[in-house]
């Protein structure tokens, strides 16, 4: 079964820098599409970031400017946060998905990113 592991949340700062990174692991085949999505306590799901294997990259208008998502290599994607906002504290998932045989759409447990001063 496709395993999907994040890392690299934490506390910090307003203003500060985190960079979380998410693996694949236990699938034959990589991933078309890779994403970040985070969930805040009372608050839906909600898209941060999404590439694909072309490269083709997507954000949530909240953090154009400030995120920046990148495919490390065909199974390792990584998000790179600066001038982080109270905002952004969340549960911050990953989710793969491979649209061709053998199809698989797999979400990671999460890492809590908490911005507070």
């Known amino acids: 079964q496709v395993q999907v592991v994040e890392s690299g949340g934490g506390l910090v700062q307003p203003g500060g820098s985190l960079r979380l990174s998410c693996t694949v692991s236990?699938?034959?085949?990589?991933?078309?599409?890779m994403g970040w999505y985070r969930q805040a306590p009372g608050k839906q799901r909600e898209l941060v970031a999404t590439?694909?294997?072309?490269?083709?990259t997507n954000y949530a208008d909240s953090v154009k400017g400030r995120f920046t998502i990148s495919r490390d290599n065909g199974k390792k994607m990584s998000l790179q946060m600066n001038s982080l906002k109270p905002g952004d504290t969340a549960a911050y998932l990953c989710k793969a998905r491979r649209t061709a045989p053998p199809l698989y759409d797999a979400w990671g447990q999460g890492t809590q990113v908490t911005v507070s001063s």
């Open positions: 236990r699938a034959s085949f990589g991933p078309h599409a």
């Open positions: 590439i694909t294997n072309g490269g083709t």
